[in-house]
């Protein structure tokens, strides 16, 4: 059993930038894959980014060149760096742990991006 937490939203301006950082715990298999994906009022979940143990990741069209994801495995931790965030970008934002045997939410942290 895994649990995630994420934390670091909040409120910013356009062209501003916000880091997310998301740690898990419990039973984490070194094999893993970890992602952050979001969630606008009305539409559904989608995929921001995911990085895999190795430390190879993965975009969305919508976000490359702008979002940084990367983790520190000593600490099961992942991070997303948003850099020349726009309103559109504005969204609940989830991590999720990916490993054999399952995968796992952790609640959402909001960003809002509003002038």
């Known amino acids: 059993m895994c649990s995630c937490r994420a934390s670091g939203g909040g409120l910013v301006q356009p062209g501003g930038s916000l880091r997310l950082s998301c740690g898990a715990s419990g039973s984490i298999f070194s094999d893993n894959v970890m992602g952050w994906y979001r969630q606008a009022p009305g539409k559904q979940r989608e995929l921001v980014a995911t990085i895999t143990s190795g430390g190879a990741p993965k975009y969305a069209d919508s976000v490359k060149g702008r979002f940084t994801i990367s983790r520190d495995n000593a600490k099961n931790t992942v991070y997303l760096q948003m850099d020349s965030l726009k309103p559109e970008d504005t969204a609940d934002y989830y991590c999720?742990?990916?490993?054999?045997?399952?995968?796992?939410w952790g609640k959402g942290t909001l960003v809002t991006v509003s002038s």
């Open positions: 999720k742990l990916i490993q054999a045997g399952g995968s796992y």
